[in-house]
């Protein structure tokens, strides 16, 4: 086997050369791309400044669902001693212990990515990476050099948090999503900035463990993104576990000492005054270009950031040989973990010339891991009625079931069929599925595969859902679109 494909991480590979494809950016997409590749019989260079895994792995999705899952423990707790009469108290939250924990799995998960890579044979070069040519990259690296594609590049850099002006993370004060669960000690209180997924997870963490907790959102909602009732039944839950919610408004000041931030908002109610032992900025995510040198191999963004395909179908740019997945891809392209996996795939497979169908960014499912959680996949009914659908609507509270009382959180069914009947009934396919309350994310599984198939109503309803389980409230509601509702609602 040869040094190009011998998963040479280690010393004494050759500088530069010849490949079939070079992966610019080690996240998710990045490595699903080479992992592929590999797999179909293609040499590949992967580059990675940083440590393979990316975001996601090392500071997002993997560490951070893992202190969410301890606060679930913690709320689990008061559950336990005020709903369950379990006389079960807290004594503290060792956050040394927690961290540990958390750092212990994100390890474990980055030597399994690093073990993958390297029995594939994909050759990681770490080092920055620039372009120098449509299918040529030059690594900074002591092994690193002059490399060039026969089949392609991939341009899988990722993406940053955004940053307001006049705020600069510290680290400590004032932190972004990237380091805030790295951030020393848990604060008594917490000012987050933005109210979509990202905000709203860290906001729900810090409830859990203690912190007061002020949510701030720019738009009209929560979540703006989700349907307008998935919204409201999340701020309700947010609202009752005591963090404070503005939506509607604005940080207009901020005044960041080593003691905390004293910040002015403007709410629709007037100016407030917000002090916090911790600010933190989770006002979206910009993608990484800078240091990529574009206009080397003839390519530019989009004005956003965005390195945008001209064939969606294989995430070809306007330069042939040159591809995007991740965080680079401009909408409709959601930004999440799991869409950059099959964006990976498809375009490891194209440059195989294996037949793979293009990524249907329409039914990725969206998840909130928060507490309530939300998970959604398809059009909202704002959305089918804003393309002129005829649809018909059906939601069922979780608490209709035996399971959602047991859990005792609330949370809600929705479902957006076409309604193709003469008499509007939902007999033409599900268009969305939204859901609120626990474990919902474990419920969207079904839903997805639901809208991506074209299913209508009726092909759902015909199936049996589990007693009790909390899914039997999904199955229950598409029963009553289908006109065989047991328990009309």
């Not at 997002?60 to 202190?67: E, L, Q, R, T």
């Not at 423990?73 to 927690?98: N, P």
């Not at 000012?191 to 990202?198: F, H, M, Q, R, S």
């Amino acid at each position: 086997m040869s040094d190009m494909n011998s998963g040479g991480t280690g010393t004494g590979a050759a500088r530069g050369g010849a490949t079939d494809v070079i992966v610019i950016g080690g996240g998710t997409g990045g490595y699903s791309t080479a992992l592929r590749a590999a797999s179909l019989g293609l040499r590949v260079v992967l580059a990675e400044r940083d440590l393979v895994g990316g975001t996601c792995l090392h500071r997002g999705c993997i560490p951070s669902k893992a202190m969410l899952h301890a606060a679930e423990l913690v709320d689990g707790i008061a559950e336990a001693r005020e709903r369950w009469g379990v006389k079960a108290t807290l004594d503290s939250v060792d956050w040394g212990a927690l961290t540990a924990t958390r750092d212990d799995i994100v390890t474990r998960n980055h030597r399994g990515v690093e073990g993958h890579l390297q029995r594939a044979g994909v050759r990681v070069v770490r080092g920055s990476a620039r372009l120098t040519g449509p299918r040529s990259v030059f690594v900074e690296a002591p092994d690193g050099g002059e490399f060039t594609a026969r089949r392609g590049t991939v341009l899988a850099t990722g993406s940053r948090p955004r940053l307001l002006p006049g705020l600069t993370p510290d680290g400590r004060t004032v932190v972004t999503s990237d380091d805030a669960l790295f951030a020393p000690g848990l604060p008594d209180s917490v000012l987050v900035l933005g109210g979509g997924a990202i905000g709203v997870e860290y906001a729900s963490f810090h409830r859990s463990m203690g912190a007061r907790v002020t949510l701030v959102e720019a738009a009209a909602r929560l979540l703006p993104l989700e349907d307008e009732e998935v919204s409201r039944h999340l701020a309700r839950g947010l609202k009752k576990r005591g963090i404070t919610v503005h939506t509607d408004s604005t940080l207009t000041g901020a005044e960041v000492a080593e003691s905390g931030v004293r910040a002015t908002v403007r709410t629709p109610g007037g100016e407030r005054t917000v002090e916090a032992e911790r600010l933190l900025v989770a006002v979206g995510r910009v993608p990484v270009t800078d240091g990529l040198d574009l206009a080397a191999a003839g390519l530019a963004t989009d004005g956003r950031g965005f390195v945008p395909p001209a064939d969606w179908s294989r995430l070809e740019t306007a330069v042939p040989g040159i591809h995007v997945v991740g965080d680079l891809l401009p909408p409709p392209s959601p930004g999440l973990a799991h869409a950059s996996f099959a964006e990976g795939l498809l375009v490891a497979e194209t440059l195989a010339g294996v037949p793979s169908r293009p990524v249907d960014h329409a039914t990725v499912p969206r998840v909130t891991y928060s507490s309530p959680q939300t998970a959604s996949v398809g059009l909202t009914e704002a959305e089918a009625r804003a393309r002129g659908l005829a649809v018909r609507v059906n939601t069922m509270p979780l608490t209709a079931v035996a399971k959602g009382m047991v859990h005792g959180q609330g949370g809600l069914v929705k479902i957006v069929a076409a309604a193709d009947g003469a008499g509007g009934e939902a007999t033409g396919t599900v268009l969305g599925v939204h859901l609120v309350g626990p474990h919902v994310s474990e419920m969207i599984a079904e839903s997805q595969l639901i809208v991506a198939w074209d299913a209508e109503p009726c092909d759902v309803a015909q199936h049996i859902h589990a007693h009790p389980t909390l899914s039997e409230a999904v199955g229950e509601t598409f029963l009553t679109l289908a006109g065989r509702g047991l328990h009309q609602h």
